[in-house]
């Protein structure tokens, strides 16, 4: 939604960046607190919740930016404790440490390093919690992020907090935010949250529908979806650490959304605000799905870069057919939503997992949470989708037949893809078939034929249908 202005507490707000005569870091932090209804002396308690790579660099941002200003804000994160490092981990995380002056520098400035040549030499077992309040993110060795306040009770993580930001997988932010809203019931105050978690789930029953993490979020807690927003966009977690440039969206409530992208905005990391939760969300973690098969495509052709870009047309124009099955006028994919696609189909942990399934050094065995990498989204998406789209009770019309299909029918990627990581019916090899098939259609005409609005289906989200 670009050129979007409102006036908030008598500034100017024009789609994420606010206007006056002094922008710096604490005239942002003010601002929100006083949108808030912070009082003098009243911390501002933000609190990421999971410690992924994209949680765990979310929550040094903020650090990095408003720390400083202890008297007005506090920046924590939670994850669970017990996660043991592994003595390959150690001894890699030692090579990082010794190979950054600075890092080694505040290791013992803050008589922190003894452990990781403990750690190193097999003498002593670090965790996870511990690491990360140095700065260093399992899933996320080789970046190493400025010193964190970390908390391992949950209760006492987000029981006063007023920005929760969900750096969970969508696969564990149900039962997570269920425990959350046994420790809010008390609550005066409503909290904001921030989901950064891409993936559905798939449920059948009154009728098939989607549930976005946002969704799942808000059923949880009972926190109004006004106050529950989607930030997302071509983010590769590391590189925005080391400041590479990057853009991102924040989606939701007009009340929120603007004021929270200034906040968030940085010189290296612009973030801007759009209305579109539901495309966001979904296209969060249809990219994760197909991100996957890009891994398998690269490997599979030796990075030709035609193949990439055959492949690229065909997924992108699935995507395009499932979000307007779900949305009457979604957000095109286009500009940042699809940069975001972009950069997750050639680089990402997804992308990385087909790559290695399809060279052999991954087995499906493995599971979908990888050491070093986390949980691969795009797994449990793939089944979420393929369930939703195969019902027949959604069926659409093939183009040019008068046979009725279930929507899936109209994906062949995403059908290969649940052969292949699902089903297991299928190797890797399948999805250059799928793409060389001589009856595929055109991308243009899948695009085409979501774009007449014939295929919007309101049941996916449980929007009653137009009378």
Same mark, same amino acid.
């Given at each position: 939604?670009? %050129? ?114 403990? %750690? ?227 680089? %990402? ?119």
């Amino acid at each position: 939604m670009v %050129g979007s202005i409102e006036v908030v507490n008598h500034k100017l707000y024009c789609n994420g960046s606010v206007h006056h005569h002094h922008n710096g870091n604490e005239d942002k932090l003010d601002d929100l607190r006083r949108l808030l209804g912070k009082a003098d002396g009243d911390l501002l308690r933000i609190v990421g919740v999971g410690a992924g790579a994209w949680g765990s660099v979310f929550a040094a941002l903020l650090q990095d930016s408003y720390g400083q200003y202890r008297e007005k804000v506090q920046v924590r994160i939670w994850r669970r404790h017990g996660r043991a490092v592994d003595r390959a981990t150690a001894e890699h995380l030692f090579e990082v440490i010794n190979s950054r002056e600075d890092v080694l520098r505040r290791l013992i400035r803050r008589c922190a390093y003894l452990k990781y040549v403990e %750690g190193r030499l097999g003498d002593r077992t670090l965790y996870a919690d511990e690491i990360l309040k140095d700065g260093f993110c399992l899933n996320m060795i080789d970046t190493p992020l400025c010193p964190l306040k970390v908390v391992t009770n949950l209760q006492e993580a987000v029981w006063d907090a007023d920005i929760v930001i969900n750096g969970l997988p969508s696969t564990e932010t149900r039962e997570v935010f269920e425990e959350i809203s046994k420790y809010w019931k008390e609550r005066i105050t409503v909290p904001i949250i921030i989901s950064l978690a891409k993936g559905i789930e798939a449920a059948l029953d009154p009728v098939p529908h989607i549930i976005t993490p946002t969704q799942i979020i808000n059923r949880a807690t009972g926190v109004p979806i006004e106050n529950i927003l989607y930030l997302g966009g071509p983010n590769i977690a590391s590189e925005i650490y080391n400041k590479e440039y990057a853009n991102a969206r924040i989606c939701g409530a007009d009340k929120w959304r603007k004021p929270l992208a200034n906040f968030l905005r940085q010189p290296h990391f612009i973030v801007w605000d759009n209305s579109d939760l539901v495309t966001h969300e979904v296209m969060g973690g249809l990219k994760n799905v197909y991100a996957i098969g890009a891994g398998m495509v690269a490997a599979l052709t030796n990075e030709s870069a035609t193949s990439k870009s055959v492949y690229f047309a065909h997924c992108t124009s699935e995507m395009i057919f499932i979000t307007h099955l779900l949305a009457e006028d979604p957000e095109k994919l286009a500009g940042p939503l699809l940069a975001d696609t972009y950069v997750t189909l050639l680089k %990402g942990r997804n992308a990385w997992y087909g790559q290695m399934l399809a060279k052999g050094e991954l087995s499906l065995d493995m599971g979908d949470s990888i050491s070093g990498k986390g949980m691969i989204q795009g797994v449990s998406a793939v089944g979420a989708f393929y369930q939703l789209l195969s019902q027949f009770s959604l069926s659409v019309l093939r183009p040019g037949e008068s046979k009725p299909v279930a929507p899936v029918e109209l994906c062949p990627i995403l059908k290969t893809l649940y052969k292949i990581l699902i089903a297991r019916e299928q190797s890797s090899e399948a999805i250059l078939q799928a793409l060389r098939d001589e009856n595929l259609n055109d991308p243009r005409d899948r695009i085409e034929i979501a774009q007449s609005h014939a295929f919007y289906r309101p049941c996916l989200l449980r929007r009653p249908s137009k009378s």
